[in-house]
């Protein structure tokens, strides 16, 4: 995906990049004995990020902000 001719993401790695985002912040909060239950997620608006969260049960809502 191209945004203002700049390459954003690769379809090869995409997964790569978005789960090691998204895990990496649940296993924090899992560390911390406090699961994420509402999701805000900031310039996510390809729906990777999101895809990655609801992978999450104790995830109740998402809500994404973009351009």
Request: contains cysteine; charged residues 20%; aromatic residues 12%.
């Amino acid at each position: 995906m191209f945004l203002d001719n700049q390459l954003q993401f690769f379809s090869q790695d995409e997964k790569l990049y978005h789960e090691a985002l998204v895990h990496s912040a649940f296993r924090i909060a899992r560390n911390q004995m406090n699961p994420f239950h509402n999701i805000l997620l900031l310039g996510a608006g390809d729906g990777f990020a999101a895809r990655e969260c609801l992978k999450f049960e104790s995830v109740e809502e998402i809500v994404v902000v973009d351009i």
